[in-house]
């Protein structure tokens, strides 16, 4: 194989050709495995649930979420941190780690699966409402000081679609509250290339388009894990998070 590949190199364009297509066959089948959340979100959602191939209970995940909660420790200082809403709550697992240290948590998710077994789980948390809602066609009501957007982004597609759900976002976070973003990247060969303009579903194109809010100020940002540390099997993400910036300071 190894000499095969050498003299592929040696051909014009032939060796550009079989790298391009190993981009395009992730691609495709990224694609082809977000084409039913993206079409019909509710009913694949819920598949996902009842078959338990989505677990964030898992030990790499739950270093992750201890990530992200130290970070905001580090910003926002001892709890309570405020009222919070997660949009994408799946089944509650951080959801509960919010209820210990806010004031209140919010908690939307696409499938009633979903939420039920959420709310089952914060059960003994007085201070968590959970509620089935699509954020990206429904809208979102009341304002908090944190709001949770955490690996559920790349699902909505379409520009129209993508403004709408930015400006909610924007719009439900209270003057000087924060928005925690974070998604998984796409691969480098396909990060920066021409079809993002037409498909920008990796995390660092909402970042981009989070960036150009103008009330949005991002306060923090990081590859997760970092450079050396990637763990087989585990999209590396992006983690960021945006200050907004009161009215009075623009």
Known sequence: MGKLKSKLRRIVGLFGLYRRSRILTFFV???????RLRTKPQEAADEAHLSRAWNFDNPIERKWQSH?????????????????LEIGCSEGVFTLELAQRCRSVTAFDISPVAAERAAERCGAYSNV????????????????????????LWLVVGRARKASIISKLAHALRDGGLLVFSDSRMPKGIRHRFWNLFFPSGADEWAKLLEDVPSLSAIHKEIYPPAGQSIPGWWDKLFVLYRKVPATEK
């Open 29 to 35: 089948d990224h694609t082809r495995e977000a084409h």
């Open 129 to 152: 409402r959970i509620e089935q809602l699509d954020a990206a066609t429904e809208e979102i009501q009341g304002q908090y000081d944190l709001v949770f957007v955490m690996d559920i």
């Open 68 to 84: 992200v909660l130290s970070t905001l420790q580090s910003l926002e200082g001892e709890t309570p941190w405020g009222d919070a």
